[in-house]
């Protein structure tokens, strides 16, 4: 929390800087809730912060103290973002203009809850189905060695009894658009990339499926899969 003297300085009162990081925790949670979990941009928040404000130190205090309030009153960290690369322009190769750092970073919000309390406070079972097939798309991509082409992807999961051409499923609705939020949550990145025949896709493992929290229960549900095929193969 901002001291007086740090409030002194950029010259703001205790009473608004609270209003302001208020507005940051409900446009957080709406955005989250809004968007099915795809991240905030850092730029989205400044943006309510200086509407009516100009001091330049404002922002990281604001967004900084709203972070520390949405963990200890929802158990939510909100976890920064950053792009470690450029994305690729439409001739397949990466693009020479690096974002800038405050247009790459953006935010999403991570429940530190107990599983138990979590699974049962909080997750909404409606939305389920969405997490089974982002860890099965992950988990698809993690065993290809972090990278898997469009084609092979596709490929995969159609063994799994999921089409490409679906626009109907009867849990997922439109396949394509299901895949494609991964991409908007920064669970995959998907670039497009010039080979002997032509340009084609490619998804890879983006920030958040990278994450520890992620990685290590997909590591522990491969290993538990491997284990599963062994033992039916050996009876």
């Not at 205090?61 to 972070?67: D, F, N, P, S, T």
């Not at 049962?120 to 389920?128: C, F, P, Q």
Request: glycine residues 6%; proline residues 3%; charged residues 30%.
């Amino acid at each position: 929390m901002a001291t007086s003297d740090e409030l002194a300085q950029i010259d703001i009162s205790t009473e608004e800087k609270d209003k302001l990081v208020a507005e940051v925790m409900r446009y957080a949670l709406f955005k989250t809730h809004q968007n099915s979990g795809c991240p905030i941009k850092r730029e989205e928040l400044t943006q309510i912060i200086t509407k009516n404000y100009r001091q330049r130190a404002l922002p990281a205090l604001v967004i900084k103290e709203a972070g520390d309030r949405l963990a200890a009153t929802f158990g939510y960290e909100m976890r920064e973002l950053q792009r470690t690369r450029a994305t690729s322009t439409r001739s397949g190769r990466p693009s020479s203009q690096q974002p800038s750092n405050q247009d790459a970073k953006s935010y999403v919000l991570v429940s530190k809850l107990d599983p138990e309390v979590y699974s049962k406070y909080v997750e909404d079972t409606e939305r389920a189905h969405v997490s089974g097939f982002a860890f099965v798309v992950i988990s698809i991509v993690h065993v290809a060695g972090g990278k898997i082409s469009e084609e092979d992807l596709w490929r995969q999961l159609k063994r799994l009894g999921l089409n490409e051409t679906d626009e109907n499923h009867p849990v997922l609705g439109n396949n394509k658009q299901a895949l494609e939020l991964l991409v908007q949550q920064r669970y995959l990145l998907k670039e497009k990339i010039a080979g002997p025949e032509g340009h084609s896709m490619v998804y890879e493992l983006a920030e958040r499926a990278l994450d520890e929290s992620i990685s290590s229960k997909l590591k522990e549900y491969i290993s538990q899969q491997v284990v599963g095929v062994s033992t039916a193969t050996a009876e």
